[in-house]
């Protein structure tokens, strides 16, 4: 990809997060308002814009079968590496689930769909809803019951609107299903204001920070490290030495490059466990990533 097209996205993408910020500070993105906005994103929105998605995408069987093997070893493995470094440095509990989670789960909906669908367009979304797909059930089995020992998945927290929609979106794609014409349309024009919306909440949230307090948090700088860059450049490295198509290479490294997700802080809110460093550190990697996700998507453009 062109460092203009490049840069062009990104002051837009700074734009709309820009505009996020302003209508928070203005009180009409209230953290009210921002919570019912996300569940309008996750309830309808997102599921409009993956079936619309899917109606004119076309998929190849094997490469989203090994997109999908792909992403259950990265969160197996991360998971992994991420226990065994906490223990070492003998991190506490609650401090332990939040690095966890921030440094192995990325913003794979709120930037990353919007990111993928700006850079590499609509075709590329099938990839990315497989990484979602496997967030999604990672996150539930794994970072609930890590804050809330004992604590069980129900099947009501895994059939939600955006995992029964990317489960129908992929049998469409396999099956060369379409939509009628009238109802793909009603999804369209609904699914277009995913992109803007999800943008604008992290504007609010940044908004809502105290961000020159998070700025001098050392502590924060390690977890954006990890998250931002060490993590998309090992990612980087291996979908090369695996010799994958360049789209399906690209949409890994940018899922992977993704800031810290904020479910993560809305859980440790939920439990009342460090919660403040949840969300700061959700905030801190999400500015530093406005910079970083940039230059890694066009080192990885530099790729053959």
């Keep these: ?176 299903l379409r939509l009628p014409s009238v109802l793909d349309a009603i999804v369209g024009q609904a699914g277009q204001v995913t992109m803007p919306l999800a943008l604008m909440i992290i504007g609010a949230m940044l908004g809502r920070s105290d961000l020159l307090r998070i700025l001098r948090s050392r502590e924060l700088y390690l977890i954006s490290a990890l998250r931002l860059l060490v993590v998309p450049a090992v990612v980087a490295y291996i979908t090369f030495r695996l010799g994958w198509p360049p789209m399906l290479r690209m949409v890994c490294i940018i899922g992977a490059a993704c800031p810290a997700g904020n479910l993560a802080a809305v859980v440790a809110l939920q439990k009342d466990t460090e919660a403040a460093f949840a969300s700061e550190a959700v905030v801190h990697s999400t500015m530093w990533s406005v910079l970083t996700m940039p230059v890694v998507i066009w080192c990885a453009g530099l790729i053959p």
Excluded at 2 to 8: D, F, Q, T, V
Excluded at 43 to 60: F, I, K, R, Y
Excluded at 83 to 89: D, P, V
Aim: proline residues 5%; neutral net charge.
């Design 1 to 176: 990809m062109s460092i203009a097209l490049l840069a062009e996205q990104v002051v837009i993408f700074m734009s709309v997060i820009g505009l996020g910020l302003v209508a928070q500070r203005a009180s009409i993105l209230d953290e009210a308002t921002t919570q019912k906005l996300s569940a309008l994103i996750m309830n309808v929105t997102l599921p409009c814009t993956l079936l619309h998605a899917a109606d004119s995408v076309e998929g190849d069987g094997r490469t989203m079968l090994a997109c999908a093997v792909f992403w259950v070893v990265y969160y197996v493995v991360m998971i992994l590496i991420m226990e065994l470094y906490c223990k070492i440095a003998a991190i506490p509990p609650g401090k332990r689930a939040v690095i966890n989670s921030m440094v192995v789960f990325p913003n794979v909906v709120f930037i990353g769909v919007p990111m993928v669908q700006a850079v590499l367009g609509k075709e590329a979304l099938v990839y990315t809803v497989i990484a979602m797909m496997i967030y999604n059930f990672s996150f539930l089995f794994y970072v609930p019951p890590m804050f809330s020992k004992g604590e069980r998945v129900t099947w009501r927290s895994v059939f939600t609107p955006v995992n029964v929609s990317a489960v129908l979106m992929g049998v469409m794609i396999v099956a060369n």
